[in-house]
Structures are given as C-alpha cells and as structure tokens.
C-alpha cells in the first residue's frame, strides 16, 4: 500500500489567497483526520471525518477553513483567505473502523508570505 | 477527557547509551497509548502502542515501553541510542472517542 498520500508537499502563497490542501487515505480506512503542526501550537486536531460525514469539526480555527470528504478516497483541506499566521504544516491521517492506529502522511508544509 | 503530559521537551544522549522518554496520561476511561516518532520533514510514524494484555510492549527500532496503570505512565525506552534515533517523539492517548490526543513532543539528540 502507498499509505497516506498528500499533495502539494510545499505551498507557499501570498495573504489572501485561497489554498487547498489534498489528501487520498490508505485505501479501506474509514476515519480521516486533518492536523495542523506549529511550534507554538505542537500537534492540533482540525477535523475528522467517519465514513466521508465530518465528526468533530471543533479544531477548525475560523471559517476562513473548510474541509471536504466527497469520496472514500478523497479529501481537501481549504484555506480562504489564507493569512500569515496559518504558516504551518499540515498533516493528513487515516485509521480503519477496527483498529486504533492512525497512519499519517507526509505533511504539507505551508507558508503564507 | 483525556490529557497526556510529556515533561522532557528535550533529552540530550550519547551513542549507545540507554535512554527513557518520560509520559505521563490523565483518563477516567480506559485507554489506549501510542509513541510515534517524527523525524525531521516527515510526517509521524507509529513506533509502539499498548491496546491490552502484556504491560510491556515491543516497538520497532528496539524502542519498548512499559504501561504502568496505577502511576499512569507510559514511559519509553531504548538500552543503546543511535545517531539516526535523533528525532521528535510524540506520546498520544485514545479514550472513548475517536480522537488521539498528543502530547508536546520530546526531542531526543544523540551525539556521537
């Protein structure tokens, strides 16, 4: 299995604009998870989502954030506008109904000039 | 809820001596507990986790960890540290919900 795929592995983008982030989870998970890593911050639950239904959206900033699963396969992470202070990495995870472990991707690191 | 606190933000080691990343968890439900390790620019990945049974758990890496319930601890170990175990480790607990939550992390630095 590839695991946990994210994309882009960089961004970097201007105040004010819009930008998405995308995750494919390890085929036959169910849950999906999306995080935010800064060093003030350390690891932040943003969202997850069961079965492609959101379930905790509480770790969602602002409204400026907005996240979809319209398939088992896919997600996106948006930011509009994006501004400086949400410069982070951003994380995407997946775990499976039965087990426990969550399988994270390789990041998306983000920068808002 | 749950909480988990790592106390060490950072722990300085040389090659080939032993080492232990201190955590500690706070739950009034059963938990699982979970050590991840983050090297540097990668994303997490899961070294050990304790579900049930053997208190003493095996990872990968020669990495254990040991479940004590009553100090509610779940403290990893390894004998001998190699330059490549430079990283940041993360301990995570799961309650009753769905949610991992994360402690802040413990950087291990081994000099040679």
Known sequence: ?113 | AQSVTQLDSQVPVFEEAPVELRCNYSSSVSVYLFWYVQYPNQGLQLLLKYLSGSTLVKGINGFEAEFNKSQTSFHLRKPSVHISDTAEYFCAVKGNTDKLIFGTGTRLQVFP
């Open chain 1, 1 to 113: 299995d590839a695991g946990v795929i994210q994309s882009p592995r960089h961004e970097v983008t201007e105040m004010g604009q819009e930008v998405t982030l995308r995750c494919k989870p390890i085929s036959g998970h169910d849950y999906l998870f999306w995080y935010r890593q800064t060093m003030m911050r350390g690891l932040e639950l943003l969202i997850y989502f069961n079965n492609n239904v959101p379930i905790d959206d509480s770790g969602m900033p602002e409204d400026r954030f907005s996240a979809k699963m319209p398939n088992a396969s896919f997600s996106t992470l948006k930011i509009q506008p994006s501004e400086p202070r949400d410069s982070a990495v951003y994380f995407c995870a997946s775990s499976s109904l039965a087990g426990t472990t969550q399988y994270f991707g390789p990041g998306t690191r983000l920068t808002v000039l």
